[in-house]
């Protein structure tokens, strides 16, 4: 019984790790197609696609057999996603401003997910 609760977190930490990487790389490979929009139309409709992520349907259940520096972790990559995601709904910022503010929270989201998934990895070896 234990080898099938060990799979299942395995593939529930991969799972994440996946959500996360796919995540951070939408935020980055189209950020100058967002930002084009953004700037153009100022329409704020194509953050839902930009933004979409698995962890948020995620229940909480899923995350107690990780340690509690994995879960510190992991709130933080995704709140500071949550952060600029709120942030480009409802700036009234110029198109310039936006972008030096988006490139620096793009630069912290890269570092929270390479912590990220250092941890996930260590709980991957773990379970």
Known sequence: ????????????????????ERLLTRIIRRYSEYMAT????RTREHFKEIFFSQYEDTNLKDFLPLAE??????HQFY?????????????????AT?????QRRIK???????????????EMGIH
């Open 38 to 41: 953004f700037s153009l139309k």
């Open 69 to 74: 520096e994995t879960l510190i972790v992991i």
């Open 1 to 20: 019984m234990k080898g099938k609760h060990q799979e299942s977190t395995h593939k529930f930490i991969l799972l994440l790790k996946l959500d996360a």
């Open 98 to 102: 936006v972008e030096d503010n988006v």
């Open 108 to 122: 912290k989201l890269e570092k929270l997910y390479t912590n990220l998934n250092l941890m996930l990895t260590a």
């Open 79 to 95: 709140e500071e996603i949550n952060d600029l995601k709120w942030y480009l709904n409802q700036t009234q910022d110029m198109p």
